[in-house]
């Protein structure tokens, strides 16, 4: 059984940084592909980005347009941990953060919410002055 835990939210001032951990256990994260989600109060969750299993398109990643150049999606075979470094926070990035697995998977940008079978409890991120 895959279990996944998030951590490394917290509360951080506007224009600040964070890095969210995605730690793997009864799998190997480089084997699966893995994707991190948020959602605000009030609003549909978000996929923010994705990394492809190792064997396919040698871990590819994407990144959505609303946090490219800011987010990135990282992967530790040796933690097996996937990280997203946050930068240049700002309040409207206030959510509670979700790293998802799916097994069996290819090419990440196509799998949508849907698509992942494994979700940890997600890691609160505030954004305040």
């Known amino acids: 059984q895959l279990h996944i835990v998030e951590s490394g939210g917290g509360l951080v001032q506007p224009g600040g940084s964070l890095s969210l951990s995605c730690a793997g256990s009864g799998s190997t994260v480089d084997e699966d592909v893995i994707g991190w989600f948020r959602q605000a109060p009030g609003k549909e969750r978000e996929k923010l980005s994705c990394?492809?299993?190792?064997?396919?398109?040698?871990?590819?990643?994407n990144i959505a347009d609303s946090v490219k150049g800011r987010f990135t999606i990282s992967r530790d075979n040796s933690r097996n941990t996937v990280y997203l470094q946050m930068n240049s926070l700002n309040p409207e990035n206030t959510a509670s953060y979700y790293c998802a697995a799916r097994r069996n998977g290819f090419d990440c940008s196509h799998y949508e919410e849907y698509d992942y079978a494994y979700w940890g409890k997600g890691t609160q991120v505030t954004v305040s002055s």
């Open positions: 990394i492809s299993p190792r064997t396919s398109r040698a871990g590819m990643t």
